[in-house]
Every structure is written in C-alpha cells, then in structure tokens.
C-alpha cells in the first residue's frame, strides 16, 4: 500500500457523493474536507488531491464542523426523532431566509405546497433553494440557520399531508 493510497476518501462518502453527482445531472462536483479536495467530472475519474495551504485557511470554518457532524450521528441515533424529514441533498451551509433581514420561508405549524421552497444550502458557493417534494406541515426544524449541513442531514421533521 502507497502513502497515498492511505489518503484515499472514505468510498461511502465518494459513493454518496456519486448519488448526488447523478440525482441532479452535475457535470463536475469538487469538494473539500479537511485536507483533501474531491473533483468529480462527467465521464473522468474521481480525482483527490491535497489542498493548498492558502485555500485552506480561508475554508477552516469547514474542518471544525466535520467532528461535530462526525459525533452526531451516534447521539442521534439515540434520540431519532420519529417521521418524515426533508433531507439536505448537499453538503454545505443551511439558510432559513434567503437573505439575512428577510422572513424565514417556512416556520413550524405551516403547511407547504409540493415544489415550495423550505430552505436554502450553500454548497460550494451556489446557493441553491431546496424545495418540499410532497405537499406537508413543517413540524420542527432540526437546523439552526447558518449551521453546516452534510448530504442526507434531516433539516426539517414534516407531516404529509
């Protein structure tokens, strides 16, 4: 085994990452996780290399966020709440409002329609609206605005309607 073989991304998270690179038809995705970057291209290897120095420091908030994500899936499982949930199909930051001194576009007790937009995630410097698939009543966020979101994150526990 190489030294960089040891550096290799985990190959569930390159697989997931693969689902979400396939669910909405990207043609690249490039990541970045502590000290590695993940490039996928349409019809290309998954390339991984290891990330500049400068870059880096200006992407710290991001390292510090993957241990507390690392922890909570045990914690969670412990205190799974029970239901439907609109999942994050990303990894980025989770907004509730589109901008800062805007009205959050759903609280809990509202109904949404299927297609309206719940929240937003930022994921590598796009902002992309996330948006209910089925009609139903937000119940509960279980993200604070602002807050890192990983792929598959339960943003918000719904009732279908």
Do not use: H, W
Not at 17 to 30: G, I, N, S, T
Not at 39 to 54: D, F, K, Q, S
């Amino acid at each position: 085994m190489s030294d960089n073989d040891s550096k290799l991304p985990d190959i569930t998270y390159v697989s997931e990452l693969a689902k979400v690179f396939k669910r909405f038809r990207l043609d690249e995705l490039e990541i970045e996780t502590g000290e590695q970057r993940i490039l996928m291209r349409r019809g290309a290897e998954v390339t991984t290399y290891a990330a500049a120095p400068a870059p880096l420091a200006a992407a710290a908030p991001a390292a510090p966020a993957a241990a507390p994500a690392a922890a909570a899936p045990a914690a969670a499982a412990a205190e799974e709440p029970e239901g439907e949930f609109i999942t994050s199909p990303f990894v980025g930051t989770f907004y509730l409002a589109p901008r800062p001194d805007a009205q959050p576009f759903v609280k809990p007790g509202e109904t949404v329609a299927a297609g309206q937009t719940v929240c937003i995630v930022e994921a590598m410097k796009l902002f992309n609206e996330i948006e209910a698939e089925f009609g139903c009543v937000i119940e509960e966020s279980l993200v604070g605005n602002q807050q890192p979101v990983e792929f598959g994150t339960k943003l918000f526990r719904v009732r279908r309607l």
